[in-house]
Each structure stands twice: as structure tokens, then as C-alpha cells.
């Protein structure tokens, strides 16, 4: 189990490499990038700011929750700070779990409780030149408050 925060770019094959084992039946991964439209600006790139030891810390918890609610065998996460560019990989989440069905439902509840309480906030760079801090908190399917000065 093990939430992370880092500026170097994201490599999938080695994160999920981690959650290899064989009581597993099954590993759901989920990626997210950088796109280049939101909410009708198009955005040039996008850079994520964190408190790290908050952060952190509400992300290992966010694992240890869903590794005893769905059963897991592994689970990880892994969120990119920094300036990142168009297509780039800013969040990775990945679990394995005996079936499929644990899978994929702790897989949502990681990246939406993660959107919803950790620390972790997000400047757009749009194409007309000028950026915005945007509030990005959700309150997703599993709950989260969806307050809070704006975590991705």
C-alpha cells in the first residue's frame, strides 16, 4: 500500500508491476491526463501544488480504507506535482483485489476520495494566456466533502 506525490513523470508498467501476486484475480487501473479543454477554455498546460505531508498522510489513509472496505490484495497511487504538459500522466491508481467486482469499485473510490480530500491543487495555463486556480473538489460516488480551498 502506498500513496506518493512526485515530480518526475509516471511509469505504469513499474507501478503496476507492484501489485503483482498471485491470491490476485484481478488489477483495475485507472490513468489520469492532462487534457486540453475544460469547462469551454483550451488549456495550454496545467501545474499541481501540494502539501505534502497532509497529503500524503490522506492518501495513505484513502488506501488503508479501501484496502479494508473492498478486500484488496494492493492497492497504490501515485499523483504527479509540478508543471506538466498536455497528454501527460498527472494521477495513476492502481489495485488488485481476488475478483473483479472489489476491483474496480476500490479503484473508483480511491481516485474519487482522492479528488475529494487530499491537498493537492491544480492551476490551469490556458491558450489565451491567462491561468486559473480552479476548485476541483468532488464530492464523488463514496463520499469526500467536496469543500476545502480546491484539491484536484
Known sequence: MNFSLTAQPLDPASLQATLADTH????????????????????????????????????TRILAEAREKFGLIGCVATHR????QLGELAVWVGVSA???????????????????RVPIWKKEHYQSGSTAWLNCATKGEFGGSGGGPGPV
Open 24 to 59: 490476485a484475480g484481478a488489477c483495475v487501473t485507472f490513468e489520469g491526463w492532462v487534457r486540453s479543454r475544460n469547462e469551454g477554455q483550451e488549456v495550454r498546460s496545467l501545474e499541481y501544488e501540494a502539501f505534502v505531508p497532509l497529503a500524503e498522510a490522506e492518501g
Open 98 to 116: 481476488a475478483h473483479r467486482d472489489a476491483a474496480f469499485e476500490a479503484c473508483r473510490y480511491i481516485i474519487d476520495e482522492t479528488k475529494a
Open 81 to 84: 506535482v509540478g508543471h506538466l
